[in-house]
């Protein structure tokens, strides 16, 4: 959110770039020292009470932004919404990787992909909403009227996360009554030896990084979409305009990305192979507007917002995808130790590119970092060879599990009536 309204929070709180962009990487730091605690925590206690916390957290989070910058003058705030920050890291590492392990234990063989890909989305759709404030928040005027916005901002951002805690205390279960699938019952390897199993398996080593290199650098270039678009002034696009190709490229990332996994649910074992062509896509998309940046190409409006909105979309819909490759090739192992491996190192890819100073570096190097890691790692995926130990079992014994199922069933019927 900051990234997308800089200028009125540089004139209100006085804040640099640089401060900005440490913000956003105070959240990601903490993002990375969490999620193998984080993933031990769910392993061990169960999805309700972990999706809990995380939402107590991020409503900490949003309670601190509501303190009074008159009140606790401007460095008192800045520490303040560093702290608010490293909630919001914390919840974050709680709900990023749960899709993939609710998805796993809600869903059966044929509609894991797409379950995933729909909560991944949402997840998505919350970075979506980062950008709105961007239509909300006067970029020009009186310091007091932005001042003033903000603060509305930030109540009906504490009372949104409030709604939601609510909701899920609720109702929000563990898992359901009986596994949907085989491999769902299938006795996993505790965490902690899955972990250390997973560093020493070069596929799953492979796919995170295919993942968390453009996937994470993609994260951040987003993340300064406001400081980016400012080369493109001079054409009219302003600080409403990136809001609004931020909103777009994420929802159609959204969509797209729950088209592709009911799509890799219709035709199984393809996942690498959407995936190479999605990165191949979003690579031409970024390159036309890397091109446009530094005026090789003429710069347009339309221009601007088609490589933007393309690029976006193709990257972010293959995340769902790679939950479900990581965790079909580290079967047995936990899907919470996969994914959050996996999570583990796209933090430390968003934090890695944060740590370079954009007051002095700008940002036309994240243009070119982002092109490269897309084409290198499209053809990473196209020479990988994909395991699918997880999907072989459960369509070896889908019949043979379903008809447990319905005897399971017809014993608890016939328990009842007696």
Same mark, same amino acid.
């Given at each position: 959110?900051?990234?997308?309204?800089?200028?009125?929070?540089?004139?209100?709180?006085?804040?640099?770039?640089?401060?900005?962009?440490?913000?956003?990487?105070?959240?990601?730091?903490?993002?990375?020292?969490?999620?193998?605690?984080?993933?031990?925590?769910?392993?061990?206690?169960?999805?309700?009470?972990?999706?809990?916390?995380?939402?107590?957290?991020?409503?900490?989070?949003?309670?601190?932004?509501?303190?009074?910058?008159?009140?606790?003058?401007?460095?008192?705030?800045?520490?303040?919404?560093?702290?608010?920050?490293?909630?919001?890291?914390?919840?974050?590492?709680?709900?990023?990787?749960?899709?993939?392990? &609710?998805?796993?234990?809600?869903?059966?063989?044929?509609?894991?992909?797409?379950?995933?890909? &729909?909560?991944?989305?949402?997840?998505?759709?919350?970075?979506?909403?980062?950008?709105?404030?961007?239509?909300?928040?006067?970029?020009?005027?009186?310091?007091?009227?932005?001042?003033?916005?903000?603060?509305?901002?930030?109540?009906?951002?504490?009372?949104?996360?409030?709604?939601?805690?609510?909701?899920?205390?609720?109702?929000?279960?563990?898992?359901?009554?009986?596994?949907?699938?085989?491999?769902?019952?299938?006795?996993?390897?505790?965490?902690?030896?899955?972990?250390?199993?997973?560093?020493?398996?070069?596929?799953?080593?492979?796919?995170?990084?295919?993942?968390?290199?453009?996937?994470?650098?993609?994260?951040?270039?987003?993340?300064?979409?406001?400081?980016?678009?400012?080369?493109?002034?001079?054409?009219?696009?302003?600080?409403?305009?990136?809001?609004?190709?931020?909103?777009?490229?994420?929802?159609?990332?959204?969509?797209?990305?729950?088209?592709?996994?009911?799509?890799?649910?219709?035709?199984?074992?393809?996942?690498?192979?959407?995936?190479?062509?999605?990165?191949?896509?979003?690579?031409?998309?970024?390159?036309?507007?890397?091109?446009?940046?530094?005026?090789?190409?003429?710069?347009?409006?339309?221009?601007?917002?088609?490589?933007?909105?393309?690029?976006?979309?193709?990257?972010?819909?293959?995340?769902?995808?790679?939950?479900?490759?990581?965790?079909?090739?580290?079967?047995?192992?936990?899907?919470?130790?996969?994914?959050?491996?996996?999570?583990?190192?796209?933090?430390?890819?968003?934090?890695?590119?944060?740590?370079?100073?954009?007051?002095?570096?700008?940002?036309?190097?994240?243009?070119?970092?982002?092109?490269?890691?897309?084409?290198?790692?499209?053809?990473?995926?196209?020479?990988?060879?994909?395991?699918?130990?997880?999907?072989?079992?459960?369509?070896?014994?889908?019949?043979?599990?379903?008809?447990?199922?319905?005897?399971?069933?017809?014993?608890?019927?016939?328990?009842?009536?007696?």
């Amino acid at each position: 959110m900051y990234g997308q309204i800089n200028t009125p929070i540089k004139l209100v709180y006085s804040w640099t770039d640089y401060f900005i962009e440490w913000l956003l990487n105070s959240s990601n730091i903490t993002f990375a020292i969490c999620t193998i605690p984080f993933a031990i925590f769910v392993e061990k206690y169960g999805l309700r009470i972990s999706i809990i916390i995380g939402y107590i957290l991020l409503n900490l989070s949003s309670l601190l932004r509501l303190l009074w910058i008159d009140f606790i003058g401007i460095t008192g705030y800045k520490v303040l919404s560093i702290i608010a920050m490293i909630f919001n890291g914390f919840a974050a590492t709680i709900e990023t990787f749960a899709p993939p392990v &609710i998805s796993m234990t809600w869903f059966p063989t044929h509609e894991r992909s797409t379950a995933t890909a &729909i909560m991944a989305a949402s997840n998505y759709l919350g970075i979506a909403a980062s950008y709105i404030p961007s239509f909300i928040i006067p970029s020009e005027g009186p310091t007091n009227e932005m001042e003033s916005a903000l603060t509305t901002l930030n109540i009906i951002v504490a009372v949104i996360t409030f709604i939601l805690l609510i909701f899920v205390i609720i109702k929000f279960p563990s898992k359901p009554p009986t596994p949907p699938s085989l491999s769902s019952s299938h006795s996993k390897v505790d965490i902690l030896t899955g972990i250390k199993a997973l560093i020493k398996n070069r596929k799953i080593w492979i796919i995170s990084i295919c993942c968390a290199c453009p996937i994470g650098i993609c994260n951040m270039w987003y993340g300064m979409l406001g400081i980016h678009l400012k080369q493109f002034k001079d054409i009219g696009i302003n600080q409403e305009h990136s809001g609004l190709i931020g909103i777009i490229s994420i929802v159609a990332g959204c969509v797209f990305g729950i088209i592709t996994g009911i799509i890799a649910d219709k035709f199984e074992k393809k996942l690498k192979l959407i995936i190479s062509i999605l990165y191949v896509l979003s690579f031409f998309s970024f390159l036309w507007f890397s091109l446009i940046y530094v005026n090789i190409l003429t710069p347009t409006k339309v221009s601007v917002y088609i490589s933007v909105i393309i690029g976006g979309m193709c990257i972010y819909s293959t995340y769902p995808l790679f939950f479900e490759m990581c965790m079909e090739a580290a079967f047995p192992l936990s899907e919470s130790s996969s994914s959050g491996f996996m999570i583990l190192l796209l933090a430390i890819i968003q934090t890695s590119i944060l740590l370079v100073p954009i007051d002095e570096g700008h940002t036309q190097w994240m243009n070119w970092v982002l092109i490269a890691s897309l084409l290198i790692f499209a053809v990473v995926l196209i020479f990988f060879k994909e395991d699918y130990k997880r999907l072989d079992i459960d369509l070896k014994n889908e019949i043979i599990y379903k008809d447990m199922k319905n005897m399971d069933n017809e014993k608890t019927v016939t328990t009842i009536s007696i």
